[in-house]
């Protein structure tokens, strides 16, 4: 059984900044993508940012130059340092790892509102 547990969620006035943390445990192949999605009220899911085992980054073209995917394969986490903040962030991020074999699992999801 593998959990993930993500944290840093909040509320933050457009322009700040957050950093989210995914932390994989429990019984658990190797971990090769970790990333992170997000859902707005009203829409569908969509990807922001994935990390390779070897580093390799790509994020969406939304947050591109904004925000920052990184990962301590020690420690099985990912983390997503969101910058210079928009009303348009507001959604819940949910982080997602992909083990070497191709299971899939999520996390259970943080809330981000972006609000003055």
């Known amino acids: 059984q593998v959990q993930l547990v993500e944290s840093g969620g909040g509320m933050v006035q457009p322009g700040g900044s957050l950093t989210l943390s995914c932390a994989a445990s429990?019984?658990?192949?190797?971990?090769?993508?970790m990333g992170w999605y997000r859902q707005a009220p009203g829409k569908q899911r969509e990807w922001v940012a994935t990390?390779?085992?070897?580093?390799?980054?790509n994020y969406a073209d939304s947050v591109k130059g904004r925000f920052t995917i990184s990962r301590d394969n020690a420690k099985n986490t990912v983390y997503l340092q969101m910058n210079s903040l928009k009303p348009e962030d507001t959604a819940v991020y949910y982080c997602?790892?992909?083990?070497?074999?191709?299971?899939?699992?999520w996390g259970q999801g943080t809330p981000v509102t972006v609000s003055s």
């Open positions: 429990g019984s658990m192949l190797r971990i090769n993508v």
């Open positions: 997602s790892v992909i083990f070497y074999g191709g299971l899939r699992s």
């Open positions: 990390i390779t085992s070897g580093g390799s980054t």
